[in-house]
C-alpha cells in the first residue's frame, strides 16, 4: 500500500532554512507527477511545486519561484523541498502529493488543478508538516 509521509518542518526564523522530505513506500513514481503543498488556517490546500519524476521538469508558484527547489532522488523514492528565504506568509501545514498514474496533460495542469478530498482516488497524499516561520 502507498504511503507518503513528510518530514523535516519546523520553526525557523524569517529567512532561515527548512528542508522538507517525503517518503514514498511502494509508489511506482516512474513517469508520475508529484508535488508540495501548503495549507493556511481555513483556506484550501494548494500546490506549490511540482516535478516529473522522469524526466524531472519542474513548475513552480510565483509565491515560492525562485526561493524553493522540489527536487526527486528515485534511487531512494523520496522528494524533497529546499525552502530558503522563510517568511512568515510560508507558515503553513506542507503536504506531499503523488499522482496515482501517468497525467497527460501534463504535471503544471496536475499541481495547479489538483485540490484535497478525502474520496480522491486518484492520488496519495501525505499526513502534512508543520512549517512556521517567526519574524
Known amino acids: 500500500q502507498v504511503q507518503l509521509v513528510e518530514s523535516g518542518g519546523g520553526s525557523v526564523e524569517t529567512g532561515g532554512s527548512l528542508r522538507l522530505s517525503c517518503s514514498a513506500s511502494?509508489?511506482?513514481?516512474?513517469?508520475?507527477?508529484m508535488g508540495w503543498f501548503r495549507q493556511f488556517p481555513g483556506q484550501e490546500r494548494v500546490g506549490i511545486a511540482a516535478i516529473f519524476t522522469t524526466g524531472k521538469e519542474t513548475w513552480y508558484a510565483d509565491a515560492v519561484k525562485d526561493r524553493f527547489t522540489i527536487s526527486r532522488d528515485n534511487g531512494r523514492n523520496l522528494l524533497y523541498l529546499e525552502m530558503n528565504g522563510l517568511k512568515p506568509e510560508d507558515t503553513a501545514v506542507y503536504y506531499c502529493a503523488a499522482a496515482r498514474t501517468y497525467w497527460a496533460p501534463g504535471c503544471g495542469h496536475w499541481y495547479t488543478r489538483l485540490r484535497f478530498s478525502p474520496s480522491d482516488r486518484d492520488n496519495y497524499w501525505g499526513q502534512g508538516t508543520q512549517v512556521t516561520v517567526s519574524s
Open positions: 511502494e509508489y511506482n513514481y516512474r513517469g508520475r507527477c
